[in-house]
C-alpha cells in the first residue's frame, strides 16, 4: 500500500513517499526541477539516523529542513557516482550538519568514505548495500534496501532508460551486463529509484525495466548500436559541475559566490 502527495513550493515539486509497508522506514523523495535529479532521504524509523542520496547544492537549504522536520539526523550525504549534471550538495551538507560524505573508490572523487563492491552502509537499523553498477562511468554505485525491495540506481538503470555512455569513461558494454548482471537478477518486484527523469515519471520496477526497456531487452551487440547512436549533444553543465564534484561539492564557506560561479559556468 503506497500513498504520495505532492506539494508544489517555489516552482520545486516535492514528492513525499508515504509506503506503509515499510515498517521502520522512513523515505522521501524530492526533485530538483533544474537538473531534473532525484533527492533521496533514508532514514531509521527507530533511531532516527538519516542517509542522503544525490542531494543538489541549490537544493541544501530544503533537504536540511526536510531532514529536520522528519525527526531525522543526517548521517551520510552519499553520491551514486560523479555526476556531471548538477553539483553536489554532499560538501554543503557535511558543513552544516557534520556528516559524512560518501562516494565510490573508483569515482576519484574526494569524500569521507569511500565505498567498494558488496559493503554494507548502516543507518541506524537499516541496512543498504553498495553495488557497483560501471558503465555510465567507472564509478557507478547502486544502493539497495533488500529488507524493504528498494534499489537507488543512479544513472545506471533509469525509467525505461538508462544514463549516456560517450563521456566520462562510460562503456555500453559494461553497463549492460552491470544492468542485466547485476539489478536485473534482483527479484522482480524490488523498486527503481533512478537519480533522473525527464518525464514526471518517478520511480518503476525490476520487472517493469526487464520487460519495457527500450534499450536493456535488447541483445548486447544493438545496445551498444544503439548507445553509440544517440547522438546526444556535450552535457551543458559538465565544466561546471566535474571540478566541484571531484572535490565533493562546494562548501558554505562563501554560499553567494559559490552560486554566482555556477550560475555563471565558473566554477
Not at 92 to 118: E, H, V
Not at 121 to 133: F, N, P, R
Not at 145 to 168: E, N, P, S, V, Y
Not at 189 to 203: E, F, K, L
Request: charged share 25%; aromatic share 8%; with cysteine.
Amino acid at each position: 500500500n503506497e500513498y504520495k502527495s505532492y506539494l508544489r513550493i517555489g516552482g520545486n515539486r516535492l514528492i513525499m513517499s508515504f509506503v506503509t509497508r515499510m515498517s521502520g522506514l522512513v523515505f522521501r523523495q524530492l526533485f530538483d526541477t533544474t537538473s531534473s535529479t532525484y533527492t533521496y532521504i533514508i532514514g531509521c524509523g527507530k533511531t532516527r539516523a538519516a542517509a542522503i542520496i544525490d542531494p543538489v547544492y541549490e537544493k541544501v537549504s530544503r533537504d536540511i529542513k526536510m531532514v529536520s522536520e522528519l525527526d531525522l539526523k543526517l548521517k551520510y550525504a552519499i553520491n551514486t557516482h560523479c555526476h556531471a549534471d548538477h553539483v553536489t550538495g554532499t560538501a554543503a551538507l557535511r558543513s552544516k550538519t557534520g556528516c559524512q560524505t560518501m562516494i565510490s573508490k573508483a569515482s576519484g572523487a574526494k569524500a569521507d568514505l569511500y565505498i567498494n563492491d558488496k559493503d554494507i552502509i548502516s543507518i541506524g537499523d537499516l541496512k543498504m548495500e553498495a553495488l557497483s553498477t560501471p558503465g555510465h562511468t567507472n564509478g557507478c554505485m547502486s544502493y539497495i534496501l533488500h529488507d524493504h525491495k528498494l534499489c537507488f540506481t543512479g544513472d545506471a538503470l533509469m525509467i525505461r532508460a538508462c544514463g549516456r555512455t560517450d563521456f566520462q569513461e562510460g562503456n555500453a558494454g559494461v553497463l549492460y551486463e552491470s544492468v542485466t548482471g547485476r539489478l536485473f537478477t534482483l527479484s522482480e518486484d524490488y523498486s527503481v529509484y533512478p537519480a533522473h527523469d525527464y518525464q514526471g515519471r518517478t520511480q518503476s520496477s525490476i520487472r517493469e525495466e526487464k520487460l519495457y526497456n527500450p534499450r536493456l531487452t535488447q541483445p548486447k551487440e544493438e545496445f551498444i548500436r544503439i548507445m553509440d547512436n544517440l547522438g546526444l549533444s556535450y552535457p551543458k553543465k559538465i565544466d561546471v559541475s566535474l571540478p566541484w564534484n571531484l572535490r565533493c561539492g562546494p562548501t558554505v564557506a562563501d554560499d553567494e559566490a559559490i552560486l554566482a560561479d555556477i550560475q555563471a559556468n565558473k566554477p
